[in-house]
C-alpha cells in the first residue's frame, strides 16, 4: 500500500466525509408553503444561516431576517448568550402582512418583527401531536390509552373514550413502535377526523395477548442495577398477533361504532391504516374507507364502512403471489389517493410487473383505467389535481437511457392517459412530499415534515433539486408545465482535499442477464500502479434500495451510503455499493427475486460477480483481499458474507444486523420470507451457517437496539462458539439500532488491521452531524443561563 498519507491524515480524511453533509451548502431546499404562489425555505449564506421569502410568479427572493439576527434579539431578550450556531428555531411561521415571524425556542414562544427588529414573548401555538377538526374548534389527542379533545377556544378538555389501557390503547400504533415514536418528538392519533367535523375514525391497537421482547440496560445512566425495559413485540411463530379494532366515534357524544368487519392485523411494517395512508372518508362524512391488508400481505381489500350503521363492505381486493405492494418501499406511505367528489379512488398495483396507477369506482368497485400504462416505473405520488383530473407523481421510464432508479416529476391525465415528463434535464430529480421519511430529521432541526412541500397547494409550481453522483445539486423553481422561473440554489462542497466522486458502474448480475448497478469509490491518493483492496459496502434489505444516484441531495439511507463510500475509501480501499437482485426501487421481478428468501436480498452471489467484472478494467483491485461491512439489514447480509462466502470476503464487519427474522417484527419476517415454518425459516437465520465461518468477523450491537433485537445476534454468537469460531464482538450497552461514533471506529481499526494490514494509531471516536444535532438539540433543551455582570 502506498504511503502518499499517514494514517493521522487517512483518519481525518475519514471524519471530514462523514462529517461531508455539513459541508455542503445548499444542497436541497425545503420549501414551507405560505400561499399558492408564496413560501419559504432556509438557506445558508455568507453571514449565516438567512430564511427567505419566494414569490413564484417572479422568483423574486428576499430575506427578511437571519438566524443570528433571531439569535442577537434572544440574547437581548433573555440576557443569556444565545449561539446562533446553536440555536435551533423551531416552528417557524411567517405572517408576511404584519411583517412577524412567530416561533418558538428553549419552549417557549415568541414573535419577531423583521421590521424593526424586536421580539417579544407569545401565546405557544397548538401542540403538534394534537389532530385538529377540519372547522379548526377541537383537537385531538391521546392521553392514559384514551383520545380526548380540546376546545381550542376555551382550553376545556374531555374524554372521548373511557375504556382504554397500555396495551388496549385508543389511536395507538402497535407498542412495538411507541420506542421509535418516542425518539421522534411522537405524533398526533392514529385518527382521521370526517370533513363535517362530526366523526372521528380511529381504532383501537390490542396488544394485551403479545409478548413482551424485553430489553436490559446493563449500564443504566443512573444506579448500578440494571432495569428492563418491556418490549412488546410480535413475532412470526406468534399465532396472534397486535389487532386493529376499527371504530368511528361521534365527537360530541363519544358514542362508538364499530365496524362490522373481522379485526385488523398489523402490517407493512407495523403500520395502522393511518400511519400506511390507506384511511379516508367520503366527500358526505357517511362512509369511512380503509384497506385491509391480510396477515402475510398476499390480499389487500379496500373496506366501505357506514359509520351510521357499522356495515362494512369490500368494494374490491387485490391479490399477489408474493406480496401485494402498494408503494415503491414499505416505509413511505401507501400510493392510494381517494377522489372524495367522484367516489373514486387511485390505486397504485404491480399486476403487470411494473408500479402503475389505477383509477377505481368506489361505488361500485370497478377499473375505470390504468392510466400510467407502459414502460413507466412510478415511485411516488405528490399530488392529485381533482379539478384538472392530474397526478403529478414521480416516475422513472425504462425507455429514457438513463439507469432505471433515476426519477424525474411526471404529469399524467386519470382519464385520457396522457402521461408526460415535465422536468427532463439529467440526473435524478428530487421534488419532496410532506412527512417523507427522509425529512425525519428536520424535526431535531425545529421544522415539521408535514409542512415541507415541494409543490405548491394549488399544483401551479414546483420546486426540484437535480442532481447526479458527480454533480452537485441545483435547486429550480418551476411552473407546472415545467418552464424555468428561476434557480433557487446551486450547491457548493468544501470538500477535503484529494476528493474525488465516485464512479457510476453497470455490470451484469450473476445469472449473466440481469443488469445491476452501482457506485465505485476509488481510494484516497489512488496510484494506478499499486494494488489495494476492495470493500463492499452492503444493505441487504429487500424494503429499499442502497445506491445513491444524486450527490447529497436525497437525504435517508442513499445518502448516508455515499457518505460512507467516501469514508471508507479514506482506509486506502476500492468501495462498491451496489445493489443487486432482490432490492427495491425497480421492476416487481428484480425486485421480489428474494421472496421467501430473506437471506438473498442484494444477493451476494451479484456483488462477487460485480466486483469479479470489476476486476477486469481495474487490475489494482487486490481479489486476495476482499472485505464487506454494512449496517442493520447491511449487517445481517455482512454475516451471511462471512459465513457462507468466507472464500471470497476475507474480512467483515457486521453492525446491528437483524440476523434472524424470526426474531425480528412479525410483519417483516412474513412479508419478505413468508409464512412462519421452524425449517424455511432457518434457511435465512445467519445462526444456520455459522460452521461456515472461515475469514475474520466483527459483530457491533446496540444492547438497547429494540429493532434489531440483541438476542438474535447472541443466538448467532452462541451458534458460533459451538462451531468453535472467534468472531470479535463489540457491545455498546447504551445504543440503541445505532454504529456509534465508537462503533464506527471500532470497524474502521479493524478493517485496517485485518484488511490492510496496518493497524492505525488509537484515535478518537468518530463524529458524525447526527451527534453534532443532538448535541444541539440537548442544548436547546433550556433557556441559556442568564449572563451575571462581572465584578469590578
Not at 464487506?628 to 444486523?657: E, P
Amino acid at each position: 500500500m502506498t504511503n502518499l498519507f499517514s494514517w493521522q491524515e487517512r483518519y481525518a480524511f475519514a471524519q471530514a466525509a462523514l462529517s461531508a453533509p455539513d459541508a455542503v451548502s445548499n444542497g436541497t431546499v425545503h420549501p414551507v408553503w405560505l400561499d399558492g404562489t408564496h413560501f419559504w425555505y432556509e438557506r445558508r449564506g455568507a453571514g449565516g444561516f438567512e430564511y427567505c421569502i419566494v414569490d413564484a410568479q417572479s422568483g423574486e427572493r428576499r430575506v427578511p431576517v437571519t438566524r443570528k439576527a433571531l439569535a442577537g434579539a434572544l440574547q437581548n431578550h433573555l440576557n443569556a448568550p444565545v449561539d446562533a450556531d446553536v440555536l435551533i428555531v423551531t416552528n417557524p411561521r411567517f405572517a408576511t402582512e404584519e411583517e412577524l415571524l412567530h416561533f418558538e425556542a428553549y419552549g417557549k414562544a415568541y414573535r419577531y418583527s423583521f421590521h424593526d427588529g424586536s421580539l417579544a414573548s407569545a401565546e405557544k401555538r397548538s401542540d403538534n401531536s394534537w389532530a385538529v377538526s377540519p372547522d379548526g374548534k377541537l383537537g385531538l389527542f391521546a392521553r392514559g390509552g384514551d383520545l380526548w379533545l380540546r376546545d381550542l377556544d376555551s382550553g376545556t378538555e374531555r374524554a372521548v373514550t373511557s375504556d382504554g389501557s397500555d396495551f388496549y390503547a385508543y389511536g395507538a400504533a402497535p407498542a412495538a413502535l411507541r420506542a421509535f415514536q418516542a425518539k421522534s418528538g411522537g405524533t398526533s392519533p392514529e385518527a382521521l377526523w370526517s370533513p363535517d367535523s362530526r366523526w372521528i375514525l380511529t381504532l383501537q391497537t390490542d396488544d394485551r395477548h403479545v409478548p413482551d421482547l424485553s430489553l436490559a440496560e446493563y449500564a443504566p445512566v443512573d444506579g448500578v442495577r440494571p432495569k428492563i425495559r418491556r418490549n412488546r413485540t410480535s413475532l412470526p411463530a406468534d399465532s396472534k398477533v397486535t389487532e386493529f379494532r376499527m371504530i368511528a366515534l361521534e365527537a360530541a357524544t363519544g358514542r362508538q361504532v364499530e365496524a362490522r368487519y373481522p379485526r385488523l392485523s398489523a402490517v407493512r411494517m407495523n403500520s395502522t391504516p393511518f400511519g400506511a395512508g390507506i384511511a379516508w372518508w367520503s366527500a358526505d362524512s357517511g362512509t369511512a374507507y380503509f384497506v385491509d391488508i391480510e396477515r402475510g400481505e398476499q390480499k389487500a381489500h379496500v373496506v366501505a364502512f357506514d359509520v351510521g350503521s357499522g356495515a362494512a363492505r369490500v368494494v374490491f381486493t387485490e391479490r399477489s403471489d408474493t406480496y401485494v405492494e402498494l408503494s415503491v418501499n414499505v416505509y413511505q406511505p401507501a400510493l392510494v389517493t381517494p377522489l372524495p367528489d367522484t367516489n373514486e379512488l387511485i390505486w397504485y398495483s404491480e399486476r403487470t410487473g411494473r408500479g402503475q396507477l389505477y383509477l377505481y369506482d368506489l361505488t361500485s368497485g370497478e377499473l375505470r383505467n390504468e392510466f400510467t400504462r407502459g414502460t413507466w416505473q412510478v415511485r411516488d405520488v405528490l399530488r392529485v389535481d381533482p379539478r384538472r383530473r392530474e397526478v403529478f407523481f414521480l416516475g422513472t421510464d425504462a425507455a429514457d437511457g438513463e439507469n432505471p432508479y433515476m426519477v424525474k416529476p411526471c404529469v399524467a391525465s386519470v382519464d385520457t392517459n396522457d402521461v408526460r415528463v415535465i422536468s427532463e434535464l439529467p440526473g435524478d430529480h428530487r421534488v419532496w412530499r410532506p412527512n417523507e421519511m427522509a425529512l425525519g430529521v428536520k424535526k431535531l432541526e425545529g421544522l415539521d415534515p408535514k409542512h415541507i412541500g415541494g409543490l405548491s397547494p394549488t399544483g401551479d409550481y414546483f420546486v426540484e433539486t437535480v442532481s447526479t453522483v458527480q454533480d452537485l445539486p441545483i435547486t429550480y423553481l418551476r411552473r407546472r408545465d415545467g418552464t424555468e422561473v428561476s434557480v433557487l440554489e446551486t450547491a457548493t462542497f468544501d470538500a477535503p482535499p484529494n476528493w474525488h466522486p465516485p464512479e457510476p458502474i453497470q455490470c451484469k448480475a450473476a445469472d449473466g442477464i440481469t443488469e445491476v448497478f452501482g457506485l465505485l469509490f476509488k481510494p484516497l491518493g489512488y496510484d494506478p500502479e499499486v494494488r489495494y483492496p476492495v470493500i463492499d459496502y452492503i444493505y441487504g434489505g429487500p424494503q429499499v434500495s442502497n445506491v445513491p444516484h444524486a450527490s447529497f441531495a436525497a437525504g435517508g439511507l442513499d445518502s448516508m451510503s455515499y457518505v460512507e463510500g467516501m469514508h471508507l475509501s479514506a482506509l486506502g480501499a476500492f468501495v462498491l455499493i451496489l445493489d443487486g437482485r432482490g432490492t427495491a426501487n425497480r421492476e416487481q421481478a428484480f425486485r421480489t427475486a428474494s421472496y421467501r428468501a430473506a437471506h438473498t436480498a442484494s444477493n451476494l452471489e451479484d456483488h462477487v460477480a460485480a466486483i469479479r467484472h470489476l476486476s477486469s478494467a481495474y487490475p489494482q483491485m487486490d481479489l486476495d483481499r476482499v472485505g464487506i461491512t454494512g449496517f442493520s439489514g447491511g449487517g445481517y447480509m455482512t454475516a451471511h458474507a462471512a459465513l457462507r462466502f468466507g472464500d471470497f470476503f476475507k474480512v467483515a464487519v457486521a453492525g446491528g444486523g437483524n440476523y434472524d427474522q424470526a426474531m425480528f417484527w412479525h410483519s417483516w419476517g412474513e412479508r419478505y420470507h413468508g409464512a412462519f415454518e421452524a425449517a424455511h425459516y432457518a434457511t435465512q437465520a445467519a445462526k444456520t451457517y455459522a460452521a461456515g465461518m472461515s475469514g475474520k468477523l466483527m459483530l457491533v450491537h446496540g444492547m438497547m437496539d429494540d429493532g434489531c433485537h440483541p438476542a438474535a445476534l447472541f443466538q448467532l454468537v452462541q451458534a458460533l462458539i459451538e462451531a468453535n469460531k472467534d468472531p470479535e464482538l463489540v457491545l455498546l450497552p447504551r445504543a440503541g439500532h445505532d454504529w456509534t461514533g465508537y462503533g464506527m471506529r471500532r470497524r474502521w481499526d479493524y478493517l485496517a488491521t485485518n484488511l490492510i494490514g496496518q493497524k492505525p494509531p488509537l484515535s478518537e471516536a468518530f463524529k458524525r452531524p447526527i451527534d453534532n444535532l443532538l448535541a444541539r438539540a440537548a442544548a436547546n433543551a433550556s433557556e441559556p443561563a442568564i449572563e451575571k455582570p462581572s465584578r469590578p
